[in-house]
């Protein structure tokens, strides 16, 4: 699939990225502020270093960007990729729901022809 000149493998990364909830909860929190990736990992339950993992892994997908202020990076979630994201989504939805519709068109022909030698066996 690509998704406004991404690639599969780029949208691959974006989905892995998404794929652990605590990624999750960053990119949710850095798109409601700007947090420092030390204020961040104090809301974890693991070690500063695990927290700057997930974070290494939602910038490597383009999810967050950090900015340098002073001795802290700031990290903020990059709404245009969070858009890709969505339309990818949207894709996905579209395929799915056109594969659901295609099938719900062939139970109902199996039915009939189902219920048709019931009819002529009985």
């Known amino acids: 699939m690509v998704v406004d000149g991404l690639s599969d493998p780029a ?3 974006l989905f892995r990225a998404l ?3 605590t990624r999750r909860d960053i990119l949710r929190r850095c798109a409601e502020e700007r947090p ?3 204020r961040l990992a104090e809301a974890y339950p693991m070690t500063f270093a695990a927290v ?3 974070v290494a ?3 490597r997908a383009g999810l967050v960007f950090k900015e340098r202020r002073g ?3 700031l990290v903020h ?3 245009d990729a969070v858009d890709r994201l969505r339309q990818a989504l949207d894709e996905l939805e579209q395929t799915w729901r056109g594969r659901a519709e295609r099938m719900s068109d ?5 039915r009939r022809r189902a219920n048709s030698k019931e009819d002529t066996e009985r």
């Open 71 to 73: 001795r802290e990076q």
């Open 106 to 110: 062939l139970l109902p022909r199996r």
């Open 57 to 59: 892994v939602l910038q």
């Open 36 to 38: 420092s990736v030390s």
């Open 77 to 79: 979630t990059d709404l």
């Open 19 to 21: 794929s652990d909830a």
């Open 11 to 13: 949208v691959d990364e």
């Open 52 to 54: 700057q993992k997930h």
